[in-house]
């Protein structure tokens, strides 16, 4: 009898059990692994929308809202000690910031009196909520009432979102709809800029003229030819003009803009007529750094030898400098300054097709070299009064140097990120976009970099010319006035529009007419065999120089007019908190101190936190929003 009870007690257990059991169902690893994606996907959105807003709340705490990054509940916030707003409930209910808590209903159309809008404006009259911004938010409101008319749900539009206060429906993508239409508008603009005008290409000197790749489209022939120009710039040493009482070499910065795909590999032509002198350069710097380290170890040995025999030691021989014609883009700024000061006279170029490249380099912390680009443009004196990586500070007198760079929009917004800090308009700026076509190809050619070798032979017989002819260049008297009238008259259209950067583009473009000048004439008198110290401007080369700088303005224009400049603040009376200190009474409220702040454009907020700073050191506090001056 013992045992069949047990057995029944044993199955009852099992079947209290059982049900237990069942209230708890395995979940099906289909079923985790879709919950655990929607998981993701809700914290990857959540990450986002936070990253989008971060840098607005970190601007925003700079002026004063209060930013609490440990915050998880509305009770760790800062409050106000009234409502936000009329009728204002739950966790925002006294969040800071609004407006005194008050609301103001338009009820009459008339120009004055009750319940108008300029009965608002009076209202306000003592705030820091100005009359102009009142009419500004009004202005807009109704805008966009009359110009969006109302849309009602539908089951087609459940998957977008809905604006609580216009009750109109948006999807999330047409931000980025519009963006992308206003890109593709952007890039028509690109389309239509200017080529070279077809009489560019004439009356060349021969050197030149041998450059001119006839084959290829309007677009790579342009690119190209500036390519050579700015390249040639770079050897032709003891050649310098005077400009606006200034002495200049031919060295000029350009850079060619397009989209990836553009051809723009055809600019290395300019590489290609500087090889040979590249290499010349170098291979003496290696002749010579062999010759000294020969030299110092004899001298070492002579100084182990005169030290034992107690007699002085003879001097030490000097360390040759060691140069090369081409900067590398990935230097540091204390590299580039050594080298620009070891190249001497000589000059140097930074020469590269991926403008990433230099951009890169430029924003690391041993990059940074924005200001010695400009000074070198201009041939100003280069210093550093500290020591480099344990080397003696650096002066270089008269810097030369010259620059090519092609890249993509997105490259040259990453290399000059504003228009401000002057590198734009040292520049020549030539950008374009063309419609993708497939050129043949096939290998019964000889390539482009063979095919220069006899002209890079031409440059390196340029240079050695130029180092033994040094020449002082000219322009005719008429001339002259011509570029001042063109010159003069860009200037005043520039100023009628308010321009400030283009103006700035007006006025170096004009040198780099004459700079360009000065290397046709320059190949001209090498080609004549002429070592006179004074060589004038054939008008032929005037004028194409001209053309081509004026083309450049016109992609400069366009460039420049997207071009991000930080924000300018206007100037402020720096007197204004001591006068405001100085208007308060000996004794005064709150309300008082608010009344005279709006004078000064004062904010509350301001107003608020300089009594607050005052109190100890400039009055004191005698009750609650009474203040006395400490005498």
Not at 59 to 80: C, F, N, Q, V
Not at 123 to 149: C, M, N, W
Not at 389 to 405: E, H, K, Q, V
Request: charge should be neutral; include cysteine; glycine fraction near 6%.
């Amino acid at each position: 009898m013992n045992k069949i009870k047990k057995v029944l007690s044993a199955w009852m257990l099992v079947a209290c059990v059982l049900p237990v059991a069942a209230q708890y169902p395995v979940i099906p690893d289909s079923v985790k692994e879709r919950g655990a994606k929607q998981e993701a996907e809700f914290e990857q959105k959540s990450n986002a929308a936070w990253e989008k807003a971060l840098p607005t709340v970190l601007e925003e705490a700079k002026l004063g809202r209060p930013y609490k990054p440990w915050a998880s509940k509305p009770e760790d916030l800062i409050k106000s000690n009234i409502p936000a707003f009329p009728g204002a409930e739950g966790g925002g209910m006294y969040t800071p910031g609004g407006r005194g808590g008050k609301v103001i209903v338009v009820t009459s159309l008339e120009d004055s009196g009750p319940g108008t809008l300029r009965g608002i404006t009076v209202y306000f009259e003592h705030s820091d909520f100005p009359a102009q911004e009142i009419r500004s938010i009004l202005q807009s409101g109704y805008q966009k009432v009359t110009s969006t008319p109302s849309v009602s749900a539908s089951p087609l539009c459940s998957s977008l979102h809905k604006d609580k206060m216009t009750k109109v429906t948006y999807s999330p993508s047409e931000n980025i709809y519009e963006a992308d239409e206003a890109y593709w508008q952007g890039e028509e603009f690109r389309k239509e800029t200017p080529c070279f005008p077809k009489s560019v290409y004439k009356y060349l000197p021969d050197l030149l003229n041998e450059c001119i790749l006839e084959e290829e489209g309007d677009r790579e022939q342009d690119l190209s030819f500036l390519s050579n120009l700015t390249a040639l710039s770079s050897v032709l040493p003891g050649t310098f003009g005077i400009y606006n009482h200034k002495k200049y070499s031919p060295h000029f910065y350009s850079f060619g803009i397009a989209p990836a795909g553009s051809n723009k590999s055809i600019a290395q032509t300019g590489r290609y007529l500087l090889e040979e002198v590249h290499d010349w350069i170098l291979s003496n710097s290696e002749l010579q750094q062999k010759t000294y380290n020969h030299k110092y170890t004899q001298w070492k040995l002579d100084c182990t030898y005169k030290k034992k025999a107690h007699e002085e030691c003879p001097e030490e021989p000097e360390k040759p400098a060691y140069k090369m014609l081409f900067l590398p883009a990935t230097t540091s700024y204390s590299r580039m300054q050594i080298q620009m000061r070891d190249n001497g006279p000589q000059g140097s170029i930074i020469f590269d097709t991926e403008a990433q490249t230099l951009a890169t380099a430029n924003h690391l912390d041993c990059g940074n070299f924005d200001d010695m680009l400009r000074k070198a443009f201009e041939h100003e004196n280069i210093d550093s009064a500290f020591k480099i990586n344990g080397l003696a500070p650096i002066y270089i007198r008269f810097p030369m140097l010259a620059m090519f760079l092609t890249g993509t929009p997105s490259q040259m917004a990453s290399l000059i990120e504003t228009s401000e800090k002057g590198l734009p308009s040292r520049i020549m700026l030539y950008t374009f976009r063309s419609i993708p076509k497939w050129k043949p190809m096939g290998d019964d050619s000889i390539s482009l970099e063979e095919s220069f070798k006899p002209l890079a032979h031409r440059v390196f017989e340029l240079y050695h010319f130029c180092k033994n002819h040094p020449v002082l260049f000219h322009f005719s008297r008429s001339q002259w006035d011509y570029l001042n009238h063109t010159f003069s008259k860009l200037l005043a259209e520039v100023v009628l529009e308010g321009n400030d950067d283009l103006q700035a583009v007006v006025k170096r473009y004009a040198c780099l007419v004459m700079r360009i000048s000065m290397i046709q004439a320059r190949i001209r008198q090498f080609e004549a065999n002429d070592g006179a110290p004074d060589i004038y401007c054939e008008d032929v080369d005037f004028d194409r120089s001209l053309q081509i700088v004026l083309c450049c303005y016109e992609h400069s224009r366009l460039l420049l007019s997207s071009m991000p400049s930080s924000q300018l603040h206007p100037l402020k009376d720096p007197n204004s908190t001591r006068k405001f200190i100085d208007e308060l009474p000996e004794t005064f409220t709150t309300e008082e101190a608010m009344q005279i702040g709006v004078k000064y454009d004062f904010s509350h907020r301001k107003i608020s936190r300089l009594i607050k700073s005052f109190i100890g050191v400039k009055i004191n506090k005698i009750s609650h929003g009474k203040y006395q001056k400490i005498s």
